[in-house]
């Protein structure tokens, strides 16, 4: 019943909030933040633990503050992602500022194909859709499996939408198709700072340890393509600036296992930089350290819940 009622709400938000006025969205969007926020849920209380994490001299207050605000942050990301199939392309394009797109161009120029990863930060769906929109570059990117069926098929559809190719994150095929895209010269794009594995590897992010996915440093060994993480924030509506930054290049030395976590603590650090510029736009509502996660499965179910 409950992951019925779960993928009617989500099937009422894309063909309802839509049809919305832009400003009716925004204030709807805004009202849900703040109820979630003052009834002080397990999300918005976990939201705020790893907020402390990152800000780790605020004050209750402070703390208070940020959450408010990434909760604002979170239901600007939905309020915005039900609409895009709306958007034009020159909205996406009037919407979305990228510094140091050079580093895209150049890698896809090369011929030897790009991974972009990024944390969850703002809104990756615009950002996606900037691409194929705005540079008119495809792309493909894997999708958690999500519970009911109909409502992951339902991510996937939408994203399709948008000029995505999707695959699933269960299977074991997904490596293999994105390391074809990749030798064909093409892009790949994956939110790629929460481990959902549980077989990731460790990074040291703001002093504690915590497990991010083993993916992308892979994919760049295995093919050659160029890794570049990719950070983004929200300015004032309409508007979403992100960031670029310089390739992950593959150490010369050391065993592939090496390779890959130096890699992937170099795309933690980028990350890092990111979420300590723009806080209150970290849309973390889940466990991430290794030291939140030492808990009863029993806590775990409560907390999907």
Avoid at 22 to 35: K, M, Q
Avoid at 173 to 192: D, I, Q
Avoid at 239 to 248: A, C, F, N, T
Wanted: aromatic fraction near 8%; charge should be neutral; proline fraction near 6%.
């Amino acid at each position: 019943m409950r992951e019925r009622l779960t993928d009617g709400l989500y099937g009422l938000g894309w063909s309802t909030v839509k049809m919305l006025p832009e400003p009716a969205a925004a204030a709807l969007g805004r009202t849900i933040a703040d109820t979630a926020w003052k009834r002080r849920g397990k999300s918005v209380l976990r939201l705020e633990s790893n907020l402390a994490r990152v800000v780790p001299d605020a004050s209750p207050e402070r703390l208070a503050e940020l959450s408010k605000a990434g909760m604002r942050s979170y239901m600007r990301y939905w309020m915005e992602s039900f609409r895009l199939p709306t958007w034009s392309a020159e909205r996406v394009t009037n919407s979305v500022e990228i510094k140091d797109v050079h580093h895209l161009k150049e890698g896809l120029a090369s011929g030897r194909g790009v991974i972009l990863a990024l944390p969850h930060l703002a809104n990756w769906d615009l950002a996606g859709v900037w691409a194929t929109r705005t540079l008119g570059i495809p792309f493909t990117t894997v999708a958690e499996r999500l519970k009911p069926e109909s409502l992951y098929d339902r991510f996937v559809a939408y994203r399709e939408s948008l000029g995505m190719e999707v695959l699933p994150h269960t299977g074991g095929s997904a490596f293999g198709t994105l390391a074809r895209r990749l030798r064909a010269g093409g892009l790949v794009c994956l939110v790629a700072d929460r481990d959902l594995s549980a077989s990731g590897v460790e990074v040291k992010y703001f002093g504690e340890t915590a497990r991010m996915p083993a993916g992308p440093a892979m994919l760049a060994q295995q093919t050659g393509a160029v890794l570049l993480p990719v950070t983004l924030w929200y300015e004032d509506a309409p508007l979403m600036k992100g960031r670029i930054h310089p390739p992950v290049e593959v150490p010369e030395t050391g065993t592939k296992a090496e390779k890959t976590s130096s890699m992937t603590q170099a795309l933690a650090d980028a990350y890092a930089t990111g979420i300590t510029e723009h806080p209150e736009d970290w849309h973390m509502l889940q466990r991430l350290w290794l030291a939140d996660l030492a808990v009863t499965d029993q806590e775990r179910r409560e907390e999907r819940a």
